[in-house]
């Protein structure tokens, strides 16, 4: 289903930076592992981005984030008055479809999921609302376009 298309329930906005953030993140370390990071910001706006480590066992098929990292990246960001929205990762070899592991913890945490894939121009991106079961709207602040 199209971003803007009937069916979609959430949308979530994103700073014109935060996109270029997480492709750059990609671009640079994502080619043989999966690389990710955290979501900040408030209500449905994402206003800040993190890339954080990747340390899973296998980190070319899956993205794991320290606790430690993850501890201090909340206690900084919520001193700032942001919450936690989600969290993000790519899949080198893949497509941006969620995985089985994905839902899993989508549905654990009740936190927003981008998937992202570099297939060339254009890239694959999915924002998964687990509230909602589906996919998710995403509106970028002007001038960056998916």
Do not use: K
């Amino acid at each position: 289903m199209p971003p803007g298309a009937p069916g979609y329930g959430l949308v979530v906005r994103f700073a014109y930076d935060v996109i270029g953030i997480i492709r750059d993140q990609i671009r640079d370390g994502g080619r043989r592992s999966e690389v990710g990071g955290l979501l900040f910001g408030r209500d449905e706006e994402v206003v800040g981005v993190f890339a954080a480590p990747n340390v899973a066992p296998a980190p070319q098929a899956e993205f794991r984030i320290d606790p430690e990292v993850m501890d201090h990246l909340l206690l900084n960001e919520e001193a700032r008055g942001h919450e936690l929205l989600g969290s993000y990762h790519s899949h080198p070899r893949g497509s941006a479809e969620m995985s089985g592991a994905d839902a899993a913890m989508a549905m654990q945490t009740g936190l927003l999921l981008i998937i992202a894939c570099e297939r060339g121009r254009p890239w694959d991106w999915r924002l998964w609302d687990p509230v909602a079961s589906g996919e998710a709207e995403f509106v970028v602040a002007p001038p960056y376009q998916l």
